[in-house]
């Protein structure tokens, strides 16, 4: 077992402008990168629009952050929540961020973050604005992660998911950067970060709960083999 200390990782929630029927999952995500122990939701909690964020915030040891609408058409949270990030920043205790929101708002406070190497997960609707996808290190559809978090561990991939031409051209471009054998094959691990790499891709976003799993469903596309427990894959058109 690794001595290593566990990440630190801070998690702030645009509780206005997210849904609490995610936080399950949410956190499940950014329990790969570490210890989720900074979770503070912000919004106006007197508003009945947060009372189902209210009902959970002692299961899931969420720190309620009391914003109040001061001034009509401005928003306070996303103020407070900037200048608290910046806060944890400048402290030095915190290695990456989960930011729970679709507000495009937040991202020059995403690309602030990431300037210092700090990894930055964003966590929405499929419809955020782009630059605030692209700004993160992975953006993460919520109503589809909680469908993949909530389906069983063995149940393959619903055949409605939809692989695109784009996903299939951005894992191809991937595959083409990473290295390869002498039959054309490069370790999936490594098509995986340079995909990553390239924009906020990740696989939830398309109801697969591993890349292995997505790359097999494009078998048109890509070929998968296994050699000593690690997976490599071949793009064929």
């Known amino acids: 077992m690794s001595d290593e200390p566990l990440k630190n990782i801070a998690l702030l929630i645009d509780a206005d402008n997210a849904s609490h ?6 956190l499940t995500v950014l329990a790969e990168l570490g210890q989720v122990n900074i979770r503070r939701a912000y919004g106006n ?3 009945p629009a947060l009372s189902k964020w209210n009902q959970i915030t002692h299961r899931y040891g969420l720190q309620p952050m009391q914003q109040f609408d001061l001034t009509k058409g401005k ?7 900037t200048i608290d ?6 402290r030095g205790k915190v290695d990456g961020f989960g930011i729970m929101s679709s507000d495009s708002d ?7 973050l990431r300037q210092d190497g700090l990894i930055v997960y964003g966590f929405g609707n499929a419809t ?14 919520v109503d589809q992660l909680i469908r993949t978090h909530e389906a069983e561990e063995d149940t393959p991939p619903a ?5 695109d031409r784009e996903l299939i051209e951005l894992l191809g471009d991937a595959w083409k950067a990473s290295k390869r054998d002498d039959e054309g094959f490069a370790r999936l691990q490594e098509v995986g970060q340079l995909a990553g790499n390239r924009s906020s891709f990740d696989v939830r976003n398309y109801g697969f709960k591993r890349l292995s799993d997505l790359m097999r469903a494009a078998s048109d596309n890509f070929k998968l083999e296994r050699r000593d427990n690690q997976l490599y894959v071949k793009r064929l058109r």
Do not use: H, Q
């Open 75 to 81: 928003n306070a949270t996303d103020m407070a929540m």
């Open 85 to 90: 990030a910046i806060d944890l920043l400048y």
């Open 159 to 163: 055949e409605s998911n939809v692989i």
């Open 128 to 141: 955020a604005p782009e630059a605030f996808k692209t700004a993160c290190t992975r953006y993460i559809d």
């Open 106 to 112: 937040f991202t020059p406070l995403v690309t602030r």
């Open 45 to 47: 909690w007197a508003k």
């Open 21 to 26: 029927a995610g936080i399950d999952a949410v």
